[in-house]
């Protein structure tokens, strides 16, 4: 695939069909690709690269990317279009400056899940099949790349482009892979157990902000915690649940529009499930108002903007964990 | 040196953390190790590092510096600290071992900082020799000896003992502590497992990494480099590389409005946030890219400038395993050495 997308993207380059494109660049090791943007098909014959570790969504670039002058190519995985479309719907991309290339995704890893899995010092990783051959500073090992994959990818919602303007490769279907399997879990739990699971979780943040940053559907200019005079500014934690907090209070602002691409959990350094927050929203919407998934399209209004006569009433929504 | 059957590692936390707070470190819910404060079970992670470094114990993210109290047209003016107690941190690696003393030349310097060097001086670090690095390991790069620690003192593993020396007092003390539990010798033992991590190290893929030209002679044509702009173009802005780096330390404080006074507070800060450094006049930084190279012209040229070549960096590989776009300071460092040699 890698040598398909690099002959379009020069192909379409060369044209002057686009002035650049969105890519991903190979790095020092054999996973840690960086999100790029290519000028010139020697930046591209350089360092364009497209393998089991481009897991970064590219979506959330074409904000300013699109707004730079021009056309740029963006090559989409299945996951990053429903975030263009969220992004599109917010007025937040222009969308005649961007010609969506999709690509097709057999789930996404990244050195961090590797490692997780005990593999040290990887020098190089090889696909054999439906294997991972890894040589390592300690010998060659393999690993079937099904078992390589994290949470967000095992449950997978869709292999299919919601949106693209030419498609390469073989397209995908929509998935049932469990994706409210782990939210079950959850639900399952007596409160007080699921307040100590969330208090565990959370209480492990650094507030680096990475998952608020990474997060497509975070796309304000400026962020209320970034700005000095909200009188919530804080670089510190008045308490032991103030990160607590933030994370919940992010997950309702972003209730309805996250489209549950995974990137808050994979970017955290501290590993907290952070999308499972998200996913809780997302199967209550689906539960009060119909199922509907954010980012699948450009135009529907989504139920926690919208009123009609059919809405939840307040009082069969659950209280505290128990029902009311 | 001295020497302790491993399978008294158990015995040996025990002796030293009946007696004061002592943290090793051990695996979170989610699999990754941390420091954490020793109690009676708790298992020692065989990890190589813990996810946030140890600076923490010196430099924590958040402390309270004073409180004003007001009262009428009084202000009370309050200390915070309470008295600082022994501690001991144990299985430090060789990396954040070294991180102390670049803190140290930013905390220790005149006016000294009584809040850090209180800490220092109350807290016992016992290193802990690498025996596996990752491929993200280039602590040689700074003339790091993976497999010879500093710290108070040094502990080799191997899978029938632990080997102890001590380099301080404080280290002397240490293993006073646990000297019921040890014997003399291991000198073989170690230097045998020394050769064999030094081996391994040398085949890491960035062993070779050369930082000739980072200084400050050569500051004008790395901070104009046109390839600030391309390192950064990906640059979320998150703390994540500030707030793991074991040498990074930056802090701002601020007031907290307590209602009736204030709490002065400080906390780490990070350059790629971007009211960092903002003063009453604005911000001397107002892009991203202005931002990233801070951070890399910090660790790499102004604090060598300023500290007899000493980089602001021990290559503990913290920022290369957890960037969420995977740049760090060894892409930035390889790209931009093209351009000084």
Redesign the interface.
Known sequence: MQEVMLEKAKELLQSGAVDRVLGWKA???A???????FASAQELEAGFVYNDFCG?NLSK?LIKESRKGGKVLAFLKPCDTYSFNQLIKEHRIVRENVLVVGVPCQGMTD??TL??KGV????GIKTEGEDFVIN???GDRTMAKKDALPERCLSCKSKKHVVYDELLGQEGDKLDSGRFDLVNKLEAMDPEERFAFWR??LS?C?????C???CPACSCE?CVF?N?ASGV??????DSFEENMFHIIRAFHVAGRCTDCGECS??C????PLHLLNRKFIKDINTLYGDYQAGEDTVSRAPLTNFTEGDAEPSIVTKGGKKA | MRKIAKEKLGALLAAVGRDKPLYIPAL?????ARFTRWHEGLEMARA?NT??SAKDFFFP??ENLVDFKVKGKQIEIIDPRSEQEDFVLFGVRACDARSFEILDKVFLADPVDTYYQSRREHGTVVTLACT?????CFCSAFGIDAAAPEGDAQVWMDEEYLYLSARTQKGDKFLESVRALAEDGGEDAVQRQQEETRR?MA????AGLNLEGFDGEHLNPLFDSEKWAELS??C?????C???CPTCQCY?I?D?DTGDGVRR?R????CM???FT?MAHGNPRLTQVERFRQRFMHKLVYFPANNDGQYGCVGCGRC???C?????I??VA?ELSKEVR
């Open positions: 790095g020092e090791f996973y840690d690709i960086t999100p790029c943007v970064n670039y050195g961090e490692k997780a040290k010092g990887i020098l390592t500073l300690y565990g979780e492990r650094i507030r680096c902000n990475a608020r940053n990474v400026k970034d000095d500014a804080q670089k510190a934690a008045a994979r970017v350094p501290q590993n907290i | 979170d819910a989610s699999g990754q190589l996810v946030r993210q958040t596996q690095p990752e491929e993200t391994v085949k890491t893929p960035l173009q990906a979320l802005g998150c703390g994540t500030t707030f793991v701002d601020r907290f507070f906390c780490w800060d990070s946030y971007s009211d903002k290369l395993s957890k969420p776009i995977s740049m760090n060894v892409k390889k």
